[in-house]
């Protein structure tokens, strides 16, 4: 299709895509505005989303990620983390998210009320453990006691680890060697 027939389409001047008018006399380019550009996907209905995935050549790389995902009960149980302590993918829900850079992350699904307002029942957390943690970072953690739970990072040593609780900022000191992972909490979904 040429550039003319596709503004004619889409209910605009012909000539409004043509090459003499996509540059300037001084040889920059003219971008299309934002509403000539929300007309033409109008007419197509498509997305915004889905006219920047047609900016990657590779047809995976438009398709997003697919983030395992668990809630944070279930995480608990033995079985769903490996010998590495990354999720064993068959056994966690997989939820298309956006390509992210940490091919090891997961999502965790609150499924309490214990840690409202800050995180509600039903949000996701996307955990990376590839993340280095820092102080005053938001993480998901599973200590020797089996249950996964979610802090903020005061300090780590090589011996103590002390985790502030979420919403009454209570310290709480651990054996660093007692927690089996620790995962910065890099975005959460409301």
């Given at each position: 299709?040429?550039?003319?027939?596709?503004?004619?389409?889409?209910g605009l001047d012909?000539?409004?895509?043509?090459?003499?008018?996509?540059?300037?006399?001084?040889?920059?380019?003219?971008?299309?505005?934002?509403?000539?550009?929300?007309?033409?996907?109008?007419?197509?209905?498509?997305?915004?989303?889905?006219?920047?995935?047609?900016?990657?050549?590779?047809?995976?790389?438009?398709?997003?990620?697919?983030?395992?995902?668990?809630?944070?009960?279930?995480?608990?149980?033995?079985?769903?983390?490996?010998?590495?302590?990354?999720?064993?993918?068959?056994?966690?829900?997989?939820?298309?998210?956006?390509?992210?850079?940490?091919?090891?992350?997961?999502?965790?699904?609150?499924?309490?009320?214990?840690?409202?307002?800050?995180?509600?029942?039903?949000?996701?957390?996307?955990?990376?453990?590839?993340?280095?943690?820092?102080?005053?970072?938001?993480?998901a953690f599973?200590?020797?006691?089996?249950?996964?739970?979610?802090?903020?990072?005061?300090?780590?040593?090589?011996?103590?680890?002390?985790?502030?609780?979420?919403?009454?900022?209570?310290?709480?000191?651990?054996?660093?060697?007692?927690?089996?992972?620790?995962?910065?909490?890099?975005?959460?979904?409301?």
């Amino acid at each position: 299709m040429t550039p003319s027939r596709l503004a004619q389409m889409s209910g605009l001047d012909p000539a409004l895509l043509s090459q003499g008018r996509r540059k300037r006399p001084d040889g920059t380019f003219r971008w299309p505005s934002l509403e000539t550009l929300s007309r033409i996907l109008n007419r197509f209905d498509m997305t915004m989303d889905d006219f920047s995935g047609l900016m990657f050549g590779d047809p995976a790389a438009k398709a997003g990620f697919m983030l395992p995902c668990l809630n944070l009960y279930a995480a608990s149980d033995d079985g769903h983390f490996d010998k590495n302590n990354l999720p064993i993918r068959s056994k966690w829900l997989k939820v298309d998210f956006p390509d992210l850079r940490d091919p090891n992350c997961f999502g965790l699904i609150v499924d309490t009320d214990r840690y409202e307002p800050v995180y509600r029942e039903n949000d996701l957390l996307v955990c990376s453990p590839a993340h280095q943690v820092r102080r005053g970072d938001r993480i998901a953690f599973k200590a020797e006691d089996g249950y996964v739970r979610l802090a903020t990072m005061v300090r780590q040593s090589t011996f103590t680890t002390d985790l502030a609780n979420i919403l009454t900022e209570d310290v709480e000191t651990l054996p660093t060697a007692s927690l089996i992972w620790t995962a910065r909490i890099a975005w959460a979904r409301q």
